[in-house]
Nanobody, 120 residues
Framework: QVQLVESGGGFVQPGESLKLSCVASGSIFSLRFNAMDLGWYRQGPGGQRDLVARITRSGITTYADSVKGRFTISRDNAKNRAYLQMNRLKPEDTGVYYC??????????WGQGTQVTVSS
């Protein structure tokens, strides 16, 4: 079983930046971090959880159109961490951000989420 813990959320004004972090932990048999695909999802007021950014085990990244050019997803396999650098934040970026991992066997895990609020 893989556990994911997000951090780095907060309250910021439009145009500011935040960097989210997700750390993975688990048994030596379940945690093969470098073999995982990772993603960040946002859950807005409507309750739907949408993909924001994704990075594969080989480092290929994809982004939602709404965040292209502003957000950057990255990973540090040595530290079992994934990051989401969010620049030029907008009020519509507000939501709970969740880290998601998919192992090489197809098993998925979610973190508990971190709140991001962008408001003037």
């Amino acid at each position: 079983q893989v556990q994911l813990v997000e951090s780095g959320g907060g309250f910021v004004q439009p145009g500011e930046s935040l960097k989210l972090s997700c750390v993975a932990s688990g048994s030596i048999f379940s945690l093969r971090f470098n073999a995982m695909d990772l993603g960040w999802y946002r859950q807005g007021p409507g309750g739907q959880r949408d993909l924001v950014a994704r990075i594969t085990r080989s480092g290929i990244t994809t982004y939602a159109d709404s965040v292209k050019g502003r957000f950057t997803i990255s990973r540090d396999n040595a530290k079992n961490r994934a990051y989401l650098q969010m620049n030029r934040l907008k009020p519509e970026d507000t939501g709970v951000y969740y880290c998601y991992s998919v192992s090489s066997t197809g098993s998925g895990s979610w973190g508990q989420g971190t709140q991001v609020t962008v408001s003037s």
